[in-house]
């Protein structure tokens, strides 16, 4: 069979396709061959490297290698610019490179409680942490009273929202102007508890946040709240306490209890029927009635003291019989408190 003769054309470009052939199979054998040589010398790297930073205390960095080229990521900018020195010292790392995770804005939550209210604005970072903040609210208020205006944000990080709900049912419903500001990292705290125990519930739950705590909660005077009550009477000539009278105690029992810093000082007084002497007796024995039923409603006996004047302190002149029944009289005089404000941080 007689063979046709390729064109010259197609005779001179043949040894080109060849030799483009050539090199392609050349590149691809020796990119074959190079390719474990890479992979182990990067792993060399990434274990010197790995070694160098935890020697370094910087364990928490991650490091790999492309190359001979290193990528860092780490927890600060100041953990980057140590890591990034120690790996760049090793020999065979061309460059290093790092990356620190964004910040997380720090959420920002008002709470204003009212009585019988509550609302709530700011941005949490899931839906579970609003709906930790609101569940709060409805515990202290009912959920029908709780105004929602909070959104979810998922870049906002959690710093002392854990807490928070907490702090809010600490305040409970009878606070009067209540409000829970977090914002920046600082938790402030404003508004009127019923007590001292109340308010060191509330400082308690606040300083477990972990947030830097501004308290500026006020309680009642204990002063203005026991001269409130109705005044202590006895029947004429005896130490036993009428009804009203054993009331009003109970309240004062209640208040000295929930304000455990407060101490008294119980004074009995009478009018100047009969002798100075027996008027003297009578005071005392008032006065000490008193202080045994406080102490039996569970008030501690350090905190109370009692004195009779006798007829030695009237209110007003003694000349009439309203005026006697006047004189006639328990007076409880508060001796120490805590301030009615104090930071709690």
Do not use: W
Not at 323 to 340: D, K, Y
């Amino acid at each position: 069979m007689t063979k046709t003769p390729l064109p010259s054309r197609e005779r001179r470009t043949s040894p080109i396709i060849a030799l483009i052939v050539a090199m392609l199979g050349l590149a691809v054998l020796v990119t074959a061959q190079q390719l474990p040589n890479r992979h182990r010398m990067e792993a060399d790297l990434t274990e010197r490297s790995t070694v160098a930073l935890r020697e370094a205390g910087l364990s928490d960095v991650r490091v790999t290698f492309t190359g001979r080229d290193g990528r860092l990521t780490a927890g600060s900018a100041v953990e980057a610019d140590r890591a990034r020195d120690v790996v760049q010292a090793l020999e065979g790392v061309r460059t290093v490179e790092s990356e620190t995770p964004p910040v997380p804005v720090p959420p920002a939550v008002v709470v204003a409680l009212g009585r019988d209210s509550a609302s709530l604005r700011g941005t949490v970072p899931t839906g579970s942490s609003r709906t930790a903040l609101l569940d709060a609210a409805a515990d202290v208020c009912g959920a029908e009273a709780v105004g929602d205006d909070l959104t979810v944000d998922p870049s906002v990080g959690d710093a002392a929202l854990a807490g928070l709900p907490d702090v809010l049912r600490a305040f409970g419903r009878d606070a009067d102007g209540a409000r829970i500001e977090l914002r920046g990292g600082t938790l402030s705290l404003t508004g009127t508890v019923p007590s001292e125990l109340r308010r060191d519930a509330v400082r308690t739950a606040a300083r477990r946040t972990g947030a830097a705590v501004d308290d500026r909660i006020e309680v009642p005077d204990v002063r203005r709240r026991l001269g409130e009550l109705p005044r202590l009477t006895f029947d004429s000539g005896g130490d036993s306490l009428t009804s009203a009278s054993r009331t009003s105690l109970v309240t004062v029992a209640r208040i000295l209890k929930a304000n455990p810093s407060t101490r008294i000082r119980i004074e009995g007084h009478t009018d100047s029927t009969g002798s100075a002497e027996s008027n003297l007796v009578l005071s005392r024995a008032r006065a000490r009635t008193v202080h045994e039923f406080l102490i039996g409603h569970g008030v501690a006996g350090d905190r109370l003291s009692a004195e009779g004047y006798g007829e030695t302190r009237p209110q007003v002149a003694d000349t009439t019989a309203g005026g006697r029944a006047q004189n006639r009289r328990v007076e409880l005089l508060v001796t120490a408190t805590s301030p009615p404000t104090g930071n709690g941080t």
